[in-house]
């Protein structure tokens, strides 16, 4: 064990580098650090958050375990990510946090949304679970919120199937953070030289796998061409989990021929919507309708990508 916590302070080091953060606790998942996050900011129960419509299904439900109630905002069809209108629409009286998710990896206008939730008096948790190792305006997604998020679980930007971690740089915020973490086991990150060892390498490694997603969402957004899906707006420097795209005409067949060709084509994320009754949002309707994503992996072959594009010029209608 003393190897391992040894270990521990050199990941947090470094991850409290990728992230320019001061204060970093290691969780046990994604979702375990947006619940410990939410139930360390003192906000009252049962007050409402907002968060994309279009993400993971996992942080809407850790907002309802946190004994939070969600609310969904719209997102732009051309970022896939909330703007600060869509969140504005949403706010009330109960608004007590706002979840800013980069959604797909892809930059939300984080800054301006920052600014807002600090003249309202909103915490602002930054989601940035698909995002570790991406920048925005040379400043790493990550270091905005007042509270920010990273994910290790399953094919994630840092992928190891376990584990996630928590930033701040407010000393009393990381002090409640620390206490919520000591009395439930189940959010802490299990402290081994296994797990420690593997985040180690992850993080060691995780500049070469950056700059290979990069080029592999850069030939997807250069060589895609076909007048029948769009494409989304993204800086050059955005090493996405999964690139999406919308295909403009009907996406069912089209992902029907697309495994009839073995072309490895998926379409993550339906909108959150259809588990909210009475909820019309409809910007992401239409992209949990439309969307489609390419694998951009470091490990993905670049043949398999160039299929993937190829296929979609040709038959995308």
Not at 137 to 154: R, T
Not at 161 to 175: D, K
Not at 180 to 193: E, H, P, R
Not at 217 to 234: D, G, Y
Request: hydrophobic residues 40%.
């Amino acid at each position: 064990m003393a190897i391992a916590i040894s270990t521990e302070h050199q990941v947090k080091n470094e991850l409290s580098l990728v992230a320019q953060r001061e204060y970093v606790a290691l969780t046990s998942s994604g979702s375990s650090a947006l619940i410990v996050a939410l139930k360390a900011s003192n906000i009252a129960p049962g007050s409402e958050v907002i968060m994309p419509a279009i993400c993971c299904p996992a942080v809407l439900f850790a907002i309802q375990m946190a004994g939070f109630t969600p609310v969904l905002s719209d997102v732009s069809t051309t970022t896939f990510c909330s703007t600060l209108a869509d969140i504005e629409a949403q706010v009330s009286d109960k608004t007590k946090a706002v979840v800013a998710v980069h959604s797909y990896g892809i930059a939300c206008d984080i800054k301006a949304i920052s600014r807002y939730c600090k003249s309202k008096q909103l915490l602002l948790i930054e989601d940035a679970c698909l995002a570790v190792g991406a920048t925005t305006n040379n400043q790493p997604l990550g270091s905005f919120g007042d509270v920010s998020i990273y994910s290790f679980g399953y094919d994630k930007t840092l992928a190891l199937n376990y584990g996630g971690a928590i930033f701040t740089n407010n000393a009393m915020l990381f002090s409640a953070i620390e206490a919520t973490l000591n009395v439930n086991d189940f959010f802490c990150y299990q402290l081994n030289d296994g797990n420690i060892q593997r985040l180690k390498s992850a993080l060691d490694e995780l500049s070469d796998f950056t700059a290979k997603r990069i080029n592999n969402v850069l030939f997807c957004h250069q060589q895609l061409q076909t007048e029948h899906i769009s494409k989304p707006t993204i800086d050059v420097d955005q090493p996405l989990w999964r690139y999406p795209l919308l295909v403009n005409g009907d996406r069912e067949s089209f992902l029907a021929k697309a495994d009839a060709n073995n072309i490895l084509i998926t379409s993550h994320y339906k909108s959150l919507e259809i588990l909210k009754t009475g909820t019309t949002l409809p910007h992401a309707k239409y992209i949990s309708d439309h969307v489609i994503n390419i694998f951009v992996r470091p490990e993905t072959p670049q043949q398999q990508i160039e299929d993937t594009v190829h296929f979609i010029n040709e038959f995308a209608q």
